[in-house]
């Protein structure tokens, strides 16, 4: 979103005294990081950031910024849950964080992210193949002749992972015709690059 929808958003926040839940999962890995929503309202949202995406797979590990007002809610939301965090987690997290170690693994990951987006432009077309430039995922959006779960069978069979857009409909709204590819879960670059050919030389099978 544009600092202007954010803006808008917290403004109807404030006017009308709603609360934000705001996902932060992807913010720091953007290309360019944007203002929060919570930057301009931050006694009405709720801010949730998690490291699984930032940082490491394995951090399981998720900060809430909460206004004070909302504090007990959240509390006692969390313990009804029964949700807890590994101390060893939080405590890896926290030597991360205070040196400022956090920034240059964030930076490290953009720039791996980046190469990798790289890498599927030069073998998918730009065009059909929406993402961002340190995202990591991207929306393929396939031929007429496929549909998003045919694809994504001939691609399993094939020994590459993709997601139909069938997966991420909600109620009754028609799925995108396309798939969703996650370049950053391939271990290496060479594995990644693999599999785009097998994905190429699928689109171009008809």
């Known amino acids: 979103m544009s600092v202007e929808i954010r803006k808008a958003i917290a403004e109807i926040a404030i006017k009308y005294n709603l609360f934000i839940i705001e996902d932060g999962t992807y913010h720091l890995i953007q290309e360019k990081v944007l203002p929060a929503v919570a930057t301009y309202a931050p006694e009405h949202t709720i801010y949730i950031a998690s490291l699984s995406k930032s940082m490491a797979t394995g951090l399981r590990l ?61 073998y998918l077309v730009k065009e059909n193949c929406l993402g961002e430039a340190t995202g990591i995922f991207r929306w393929l959006h396939l031929p007429n002749h496929y549909t998003g779960d045919q694809f994504e069978q001939i691609a399993a069979a094939q020994g590459v992972q993709v997601y139909s857009g069938g997966r991420f409909a909600v109620g009754n709204v028609a799925p995108a015709n396309a798939v969703r590819l996650g370049i950053c879960a391939p271990e290496s670059r060479e594995e990644l690059e693999k599999a785009l050919i097998i994905l190429r030389k699928i689109i171009e099978m008809f």
């Open 62 to 122: 998720a900060y809430v910024a909460v206004p004070f007002k909302f504090l007990d809610s959240i509390r006692k939301a969390l313990y009804n849950l029964n949700i807890s965090v590994s101390p060893l987690l939080a405590e890896l997290t926290a030597r991360i964080i205070v040196p400022n170690q956090f920034e240059n693994i964030v930076a490290l990951h953009k720039e791996e992210t980046k190469a990798r987006n790289q890498l599927v432009n030069h």
